[in-house]
């Protein structure tokens, strides 16, 4: 009986301890802002300093910028529009195998469309550059945030590291 106690509160304890681990938190860094916004920001300007365009090849990327956001806007709103139809043709009682990859090819072509018009974007502003600034664009990295799929890689190796530091203490 007495070992049948102590086991049980050895599990018990052992619960406990183990669970604690869930709860225990990184403290915030109050030196780095989080955020892709924040990133893709810091490493566009970090970009632009770099190259030392003039001001008329400012003005220019500036516009290219707006341009580039307002196009991006209708781009996003029609892939939202087809991800929704697809949602309503499965939900629906009646699913047409041909609606549905009607609705799927519409959103690989919208997807398509991003792609591209991203693709465009960074080749006109490329198009602005002098030679020699072309060679400073090449040799820099490219840091750009471009949707959450980086963010999620960078938050999966945060977390990866976290665990092996605890695992090391």
């Known amino acids: 009986m007495k070992t049948r106690s102590k086991s049980i509160v050895t599990a018990i ?14 403290p915030p860094r109050p030196d780095k802002p989080m955020g892709p916004n924040f990133q893709m920001k810091y490493n566009m300007q970090d970009r632009i300093d770099k190259l030392n365009l003039t001001d008329a090849q400012r ?8 341009d580039f956001q307002k196009q991006m806007i209708d ?15 499965q939900s629906s009682d009646n699913i047409s195998r041909s609606a549905v ?3 799927v090819n519409n959103i690989s072509e919208n997807k ?11 080749m006109d502003m490329y198009d602005v550059l002098t030679p020699d600034q072309r060679k400073i664009w090449k040799g ?7 949707g959450k799929k980086m963010m999620q890689y960078k938050m999966k190796n945060k977390f990866k590291q976290n665990i092996k530091k605890r695992i090391a203490n």
Do not use: C, G
């Open 59 to 66: 003005d220019q990327f500036q516009k290219m910028r707006l």
């Open 75 to 89: 781009l996003k709103a029609n892939l939202q529009k087809s991800e929704l139809e697809l949602k309503e043709i």
């Open 140 to 146: 820099m990295k490219n840091h750009h945030v471009y």
């Open 13 to 26: 304890v052992l619960t406990l301890l183990l669970s604690s681990f869930n709860f225990a938190q990184n």
């Open 101 to 103: 990859l009607n609705a």
């Open 112 to 122: 398509a469309a991003i792609a591209m018009a991203m693709a465009n974007h960074k």
